[in-house]
């Protein structure tokens, strides 16, 4: 996957704020996509 | 995952959950559950999508396995249709290194299919290495 799509990826926080993967550069970030929240 | 916590925080990695169900949902299952990790929502899947983590179609998920693993999550009391879940999606996991480039993806090929601990741990310690 190219970098501008990565950076253009949004997602909704608990709080309601927007984020974005670049908030996290720096360390390793494992993302676990959930089917559901049983 | 909720096992492997230790393993993940001495290795430094910061581990979040995405999920495309309502706010609402997230918030009852926080309250519900201790899930040590922060919920992101992704409503319109753009990521589940982006990563290629695919909604399968009733011949691909309703297999014996899938069917066996339901029965389980049913026996202790985890009723996926009762909470309107799209039972269609595949859950997924990807990992981006330091640097931020995608590092490992793995796309389950049915509901009951995730990796094991060790493997996500092998690929976090290669990632490392970035």
Redesign the interface.
């Known amino acids: 996957?190219d970098?501008a799509?990565?950076a253009a990826?949004?997602?909704?926080?608990?709080d309601?704020s927007e984020?974005s993967?670049?908030r996290?550069?720096?360390?390793?970030?494992?993302?676990?996509?959930?089917?559901?929240?049983? | 995952m909720r096992e492997a916590e230790a393993e993940l925080a001495a290795r430094g990695v910061q581990v979040f959950a995405v999920t495309f169900e309502a706010a609402g949902r997230v918030r009852d299952y926080r309250q519900r559950e201790t899930i040590p990790y922060p919920i992101l929502r992704d409503p319109a899947r753009a990521a589940y999508r982006a990563f290629g983590i695919e909604r399968r179609g009733a011949t691909s998920i309703w297999r014996p396995r899938t069917i066996w693993y339901y029965v389980k999550s049913a026996l202790r009391g985890r009723f996926a249709g009762s909470v309107k879940a799209d039972l269609y999606q595949l859950g997924g996991d990807v990992l981006l290194g330091p640097s931020g480039a995608v590092c490992w993806v793995y796309r389950s090929r049915e509901p009951a299919d995730r990796p094991g601990i060790e493997t996500i741990l092998k690929e976090i310690d290669d990632c490392r290495d970035d």
């Open positions: 996957m970098r799509t990565l990826l949004r997602f909704e926080s608990e309601g984020v993967l670049d996290w550069h720096g360390g390793t970030v494992l993302l676990v996509f959930l089917r559901w929240l049983g």
